[in-house]
């Protein structure tokens, strides 16, 4: 089944204590894609990855970091996590970074908690 | 830069009726896609429909249609005929063709609740 996974789905954690958010799609997509959800505010990029090891900014990058040494996954770093980090977060991918009708599919979620 | 604006933040439906949800963009580029999303309340993100900026008839998908007003920036979405599983909140999105960036700019959603 083609899909997009996301680990942990719910993660309760404290400031200050690295954490990882992994995301794996086996679609053999180039293009990857993190992003936040907060009430009001809809999802925001994060980062995205256009091939291997080509990562790039999205729109509020500051506290995350990614890597994209495999194809098929593009996990989220938070180095130092801080309460402003609690956020519902998912990871998408699509076929390639030039198609103009090229669906982005999204993993089900992961409900971050910074205590 | 892109933004996306969606006015309604909640909108009802009496079942079998048909509910317009508005979207409007800004973007300078002449070429662009854009995109309705449906979140459930059991959060996963579920693609509905598609429009492309050079896309001369409004897309639809079943009972998806998007209306597409290029002059006036705006893609909304049509529900006809609603059905209690369309309650949920509904997402529009855009993508930029220009330049080497792909991103994918969200508004801030519109929840849909849908009435027996």
């Known amino acids: 089944e083609a899909q997009v996974t996301q680990n942990p789905r719910y993660l309760i954690t404290v400031t200050g204590k690295k954490l990882t958010v992994t995301c794996s799609q086996n679609?053999?997509?180039?293009?990857m894609s993190w992003y936040r959800q907060d009430p009001g505010l809809g999802l925001r990029q994060i980062y995205y990855s256009m091939n291997v090891e080509v990562t790039d900014k999205g729109d509020v990058p500051e506290g995350y970091k990614v890597s994209r040494k495999e194809k098929r996954n593009f996990p989220l770093i938070l180095e130092s996590p801080s309460p402003n980090q609690t956020s519902l977060y998912f990871c998408?991918?699509?076929?390639?970074?030039?198609?103009?009708?090229?669906?982005?599919?999204f993993g089900p979620g992961t409900r971050l908690t910074v205590l | 830069a892109q933004k996306i604006t969606q006015t309604q933040p909640g909108m009802f439906v009496q079942e079998k009726e048909a509910v317009t949800l508005d979207c409007t963009y800004d973007?300078?580029?002449?070429?662009?896609?854009l995109f309705w999303y449906k979140q459930p309340s059991s959060g996963e993100m579920i693609f509905l429909i598609y429009?492309?900026?050079?896309?001369?008839q409004n897309a639809t998908e079943g009972r998806y249609s998007l209306n597409f007003q290029k002059a006036r920036k705006s893609a909304n979405l049509v529900i006809s005929a609603s059905q209690l599983g369309d309650s949920a909140m509904y997402f529009c999105?855009?993508?930029?063709?220009?330049?080497?960036?792909?991103?994918?700019?969200f508004g801030s959603g519109t929840q849909l609740t849908v009435l027996p």
């Open positions: 999105a855009m993508r930029v063709f220009s330049g080497s960036a792909r991103q994918l700019t």
């Open positions: 973007t300078s580029d002449q070429s662009y896609g």
């Open positions: 429009q492309g900026s050079y896309d001369e």
């Open positions: 998408a991918s699509s076929l390639s970074p030039s198609g103009t009708a090229d669906t982005q599919y």
């Open positions: 679609m053999n997509h180039e293009y």
